[in-house]
């Protein structure tokens, strides 16, 4: 292992090697998009494989308790970056294709903390919080402020998510090749009576929409939003995780000799999913999973590099996801027809939008070669986390008015026995007002304040139900939300009630 470390060397006694070596390994954080807890082979998927992605959890710690924080993409991205809740914040649901940066610039995020102790820092794949200041992205221009305004030295982005105009790498500051002569239009209007869209050239569809996704069409799809132009910068689908892993292997063999941030925000399995054509009926399953497989790919490449450069005993990987599963999120994909038996939340209720288990309890992995200990831990861990970890890792300092919510669980995070993870928790929807699921310990109080849940029942497609307006569970006796208990535990029930508006009253938990 190199010596890289610009601080003394700290020992870490409880690492497997226990000789002094560095405390800032490189760090990539793969997230995927709308993954559930039972969508990998090594959490329980018995109709196709993951076998890269196995590995790593066969290498590392594998995480029955992980969590992202919100089951939508904007809010779980906002924390992970901010350390803070995104119900704190307006403006933090689901982005449109035309939002402003999200993040105030002046926000210290988990890239500014790297950037502070000498890391490299970028973000390859899909970014959906938003670019450019109040007028919104001017895509012919400079489109600022973005990752590089808020700690990232690259950055190589889908702007929003793919189902979502425009169809555009941007890298750093500028749309990819993009003509001076074809610029690039965008907006929430048809620009012109004869546009096609999904509505008027339905039949054109190389694959229909279910609901929503019927303004621009491009490559086949039709979209949420209108653009025209850029013609020359248009990207295919297809192509997409390709150009994920070209760009973050060319990255990290650029910067092997710093230690290194590497947030890897896959598209997959985001809708349209629309995997290469050599992943196209890779399983039995259709393109949902065909996409996880395209995703397990990507993996094996980036640790091959990793393999390759001789790094990865450097090199910490964290593996979760933005959301849990969702089936028709509005392409006819056949993902519900083709599901068969699998459990795309694993035995969890809900999903993507839920804030039952489902739609945040996902794949947790992290794994660091000669350093974390391989095997399975129950502790509770969250994308929310890995900043206030990594910055006791590193022995960054992170500012008293930041990362409001985020909590050193490093010794958890990599598998020291006996370590604990968070005692309580907050999960939020996208808009993150009045819908919640906390947990304490094993007890989980789920909150919707206008009596009414979506996703409830990913295999099911049920949308809306009515639901008291609190439930209690007991997690431990019932991970699957099935029974509510709270008639029967009245008193647990009012102290979490109490804390929940607490923690959200307060306006941040970190001390
Ligand atoms: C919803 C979209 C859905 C998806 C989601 C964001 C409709 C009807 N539904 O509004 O398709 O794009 O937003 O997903 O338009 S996320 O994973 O990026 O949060
Ligand atoms: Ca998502």
Not at 80 to 107: M, N, V
Not at 404 to 428: H, I, N, P, Y
Request: hydrophobic content about 35%; charged content about 25%.
């Amino acid at each position: 292992m190199k010596m890289r470390s610009l601080l003394p060397l700290v020992v870490l006694s409880f690492f497997v090697h226990a000789e002094a070596e560095t405390t800032k390994p490189n760090v990539i954080v793969i997230m995927a998009d709308d993954m559930g807890y039972g969508d990998l082979s090594c959490y329980g998927a018995n109709q196709f494989e993951t076998p890269n992605i196995d590995q790593l959890a066969a290498e590392g710690q594998r995480f029955t308790n992980g969590y992202c924080s919100a089951s939508t993409c904007t809010p779980t991205r906002y924390s992970f970056l901010t350390g803070t809740y995104a119900f704190r914040e307006k403006g933090t649901g689901i982005a449109p294709p035309s939002s402003p940066l999200i993040i105030p610039h002046e926000t210290h995020t988990i890239a500014d903390m790297f950037q502070s102790v000498g890391y490299q820092t970028a973000v390859v794949g899909k970014w959906h919080l938003g670019l450019g200041g109040e007028e919104g992205p001017q895509w012919n221009a400079d489109l600022k402020p973005g990752p590089l305004e808020i700690g990232f030295d690259y950055s190589f982005l889908l702007p929003t998510t793919n189902d979502r105009v425009p169809q555009v790498y941007v890298e750093n500051h500028r749309v990819l090749n993009l003509d001076p002569a074809d610029p690039l239009w965008v907006g929430m209007k048809k620009p012109d009576d004869d546009h096609p869209t999904g509505i008027t050239h339905r039949d054109t569809l190389k694959m229909d929409w279910t609901h929503g996704h019927n303004a621009t069409i491009h490559n086949g799809i039709s979209r949420i939003g209108f653009y025209t132009g850029g013609h020359a910068a248009r990207f295919r689908d297809e192509d997409l995780a390709d150009k994920w892993v070209e760009q973050s292997n060319a990255w990290i063999e650029k910067n092997k000799d710093e230690p290194f941030f590497l947030f890897f925000a896959s598209h997959d399995l985001h809708v349209p999913r629309i995997p290469h054509e050599r992943f196209q009926g890779a399983t039995p399953l259709g393109f949902r999973a065909d996409s996880i497989v395209q995703l397990d790919w990507c993996v094996g490449e980036l640790m091959k590099t990793l393999d390759r450069l001789e790094i990865a005993d450097d090199t910490l990987v964290i593996f979760c996801s933005d959301n849990g599963p969702v089936m028709d999120d509005g392409y006819a994909d056949e993902a519900l027809e083709k599901l068969k038996d699998h459990r795309a939340a694993g035995p969890f209720t809900g999903g993507k939008y839920s804030v039952y288990e489902g739609g945040t309890r996902t794949p947790f992995i992290t794994r660091w070669k000669g350093t974390i200990k391989p095997g399975v831990s129950d502790e509770v861990v969250s994308t929310i986390d890995i900043y206030g970890s990594l910055a006791a890792l590193t022995e960054a300092e992170i500012p008293k008015d930041a990362a409001l919510d985020t909590f050193d669980v490093s010794g958890a995070m990599f598998g020291k026995a006996g370590a604990k993870g968070r005692s309580e928790f907050v999960q939020q929807d996208n808009g993150g007002k009045g819908n919640f699921g906390f947990r304490s310990g094993d007890w989980k109080l789920v909150r919707h304040d206008k009596k009414k849940a979506r996703n409830t029942v990913v295999e099911q497609k049920l949308d809306n139900v009515a639901v008291p307006q609190f439930q209690l569970f007991d997690l431990k006796l019932d991970p699957g939300e099935e029974t509510d208990v709270l008639e029967s535990n009245l008193e647990v029930a009012g102290k979490m009630k109490a804390r929940l508006a607490e923690i959200i009253k307060a306006g941040r938990t970190r001390p």
